[in-house]
């Protein structure tokens, strides 16, 4: 089995840019920079309540970011 190494970071799969979610008066997500290389495989890992569900939210649309941008190719 050989591994996938030469992974493009100047051209990612998703990139994400001081992503900021708040809803009401509580900051959800504080200036989130992600990299996904196109090619690997990324696993986001945290405690409950740590904004994992937020961002996947972000990432295919279901949410709009307070501010911040997503890039995804």
Same mark, same amino acid.
């Given at each position: 089995?050989?591994?996938?190494?030469?992974?493009?970071?100047?051209?990612?799969?998703?990139? *994400?840019?001081? =992503?900021?979610?708040?809803?009401?008066?509580?900051?959800?997500?504080?200036? +989130?920079? %992600?990299?996904? #290389?196109?090619?690997?495989?990324?696993? *986001?890992?945290? =405690?409950?309540?740590?904004?994992?569900?937020?961002?996947?939210?972000?990432? +295919?649309? %279901?949410?709009? #970011?307070?501010?911040?941008?997503?890039?995804?190719?």
């Amino acid at each position: 089995m050989r591994l996938k190494q030469d992974f493009d970071l100047d051209n990612p799969l998703i990139k *994400i840019e001081h =992503l900021q979610k708040v809803f009401g008066t509580k900051e959800v997500l504080k200036d +989130v920079n %992600l990299i996904f #290389p196109k090619g690997s495989t990324t696993v *986001i890992l945290g =405690l409950s309540g740590g904004g994992k569900s937020t961002i996947i939210k972000h990432i +295919v649309g %279901l949410m709009k #970011p307070t501010n911040g941008d997503i890039f995804v190719d």
